[in-house]
């Protein structure tokens, strides 16, 4: 008998916490007045266009370009834009390097052809980064390019570039700002918020004259927006949302920008998405076998290319400086997961671009004009992952692109096809006339015979498929 209820105590105990458990699972939803807007993809044409561009050019560029991350002969490893607060300098002596800034080398067309050449399809700049000084002449302060000793509105020059060059603007903005007085880290006193609500109508202001000035600027995309200030004022940033898109319909915000009722960023309480695709990923990648579910969702990584440095810095050797065949291989990953790829340039204060980073374009330039078809619309092909690369599925089209970094040693590699889809066709992108033999060796399992010889650098197989194939040789399952 004391077995028995002691086994009926234990049953009840488990039934309890299996209920606990549903009933977490099943909590209802919040109510919220400023979260998600909608749930799943955007499905209009704008968003189509910024999903297939899927390769971007970011540039960090203000006052922080001309120390370079050197202040008084100290060199600071830190950010080269955070040197302000790295070498402790007052406002009133940062703020002094607006009367210095003279870019004389910046030629907003050789910006914009070298990143036509590189194969972006859009870029973002930095309109005015946490430092406060704004790249146009902003009727809202007097920290702007307009009152430096250069006076030409390098926003005007820079969308002008790159839109004849077919490539997409998109504006950067920093929601902190050390330079306004009335910035707050955080609402502690109803005195705190009056002064913030002055900020946050500067912003405001700011933000509506940018969509005015450049109304061919595709994506706002915010930074910033992590401190205590705001994530206790969420409902600005639904309201700046709210007037970007009604003041140039069709734009994109990211969620970066967003903070809900209760302050949760990006996704709010409900753990829905707020904007209109995830910008979470900064110097990382997802994994892509663990994190598939970045392929629910549009989204964003962003990837400088020394280890530490936005902004221009006058010594690479303090952080380890990616290679370009690693960019590549991020740029893939990211488009075999069903995201952008921004990647990262500091233009130096007097407006040329590095010779590093201009080698690096460079190279990756002539790995896109004879692979960017699998990069350009590409998206997630539900295909196992494989050691020797990655899956992309080209949108709208029967095919799938196998993008190898690691050709075996056998020269075969591997592939498992899904379910009820047959390759009818596999051949180099370089080299389409020529067919690459494949074998069937399991179920759904096939090898493909690789090019004789050995690749230099990454490459592309081009697989052709059909729905609704099945199985070619009917092997036995397995009985164990």
């Not at 499905?43 to 050019?57: E, L, P, V, Y």
């Not at 488009?335 to 500091?346: A, C, V, W």
Request: glycine share 8%.
């Amino acid at each position: 008998m004391k077995q028995f209820k002691r086994y009926l105590t234990i049953v009840v105990a488990c039934t309890s916490m299996m209920q606990a458990g549903w009933a977490q699972q099943q909590a209802p939803r919040k109510a919220l007045s400023y979260g998600a807007q909608y749930t799943g993809k955007r499905k209009d044409s704008a968003m189509a266009k910024f999903r297939t561009n899927r390769f971007g050019q970011f540039i960090h560029w203000g006052l922080y370009s001309i120390p370079g991350g050197i202040w008084e002969g100290k060199t600071y490893s830190y950010a080269a834009e955070f040197l302000k607060s790295s070498a402790h300098l007052s406002s009133a002596t940062w703020d002094s390097l607006m009367y210095r800034f003279n870019p004389t080398k910046f030629d907003a067309h050789a910006w914009a052809k070298m990143a036509k050449q590189m194969g972006v399809k859009y870029m973002t700049i930095t309109t005015k980064h946490h430092e406060g000084f704004c790249m146009w002449p902003s009727q809202y302060t007097d920290f702007h390019v307009g009152n430096s000793p250069f006076k030409r509105d390098i926003l005007k020059e820079l969308v002008e570039a790159y839109n004849a060059e077919g490539i997409d603007v998109n504006f950067y903005y920093s929601v902190l700002d050390w330079h306004h007085p009335d910035w707050k880290y955080d609402i502690k006193t109803a005195e705190d918020q009056t002064q913030f609500l002055r900020y946050l109508d500067f912003a405001y202001n700011q933000l509506k004259e940018l969509a005015t000035r450049y109304p061919t600027v595709k994506c706002f995309w915010f930074d910033g927006t992590w401190d205590n200030s705001i994530k206790k004022n969420g409902w600005w940033t639904l309201e700046v949302e709210k007037m970007l898109k009604k003041a140039i319909p069709g734009v994109i915000v990211n969620s970066r920008l967003r903070a809900d009722d209760y302050g949760a960023r990006h996704r709010d309480s409900n753990g829905e998405l707020m904007g209109d695709y995830e910008s979470g990923y900064e110097r990382r990648l997802p994994d892509p076998v663990k994190d598939l579910s970045v392929t629910q969702i549009d989204w964003e990584a962003c990837m400088t290319i020394p280890e530490n440095q936005w902004g221009f810095h006058k010594d690479w050797s303090l952080s380890y400086v990616k290679t370009p065949q690693e960019l590549v291989e991020m740029l893939t990953l990211t488009t075999s997961l069903g995201g952008n790829f921004l990647l990262n340039f500091g233009p130096q204060g007097d407006g040329a671009i590095r010779t590093e980073e201009k080698q690096i374009a460079a190279t990756i330039a002539d790995w896109m004009k004879v692979n960017g078809e699998a990069i350009y619309g590409g998206d997630y092909a539900g295909w196992k992952k494989q050691d020797w690369g990655y899956f992309i599925q080209k949108a709208g089209t029967n095919k799938v692109y196998m993008v190898v970094f690691n050709q075996p040693f056998s020269n075969i590699a591997r592939l498992q096809v899904p379910d009820k889809v047959k390759i009818t066709k596999s051949y180099l992108l370089e080299a389409p006339a020529q067919s690459l033999l494949l074998k069937e060796t399991q179920k759904n399992q096939f090898n493909l015979y690789l090019p004789a010889v050995k690749k230099a650098g990454a490459f592309v197989i081009v697989l052709e498929t059909e729905q609704g194939g099945g199985a070619g040789k009917q092997y036995q399952d397995a009985k164990t």
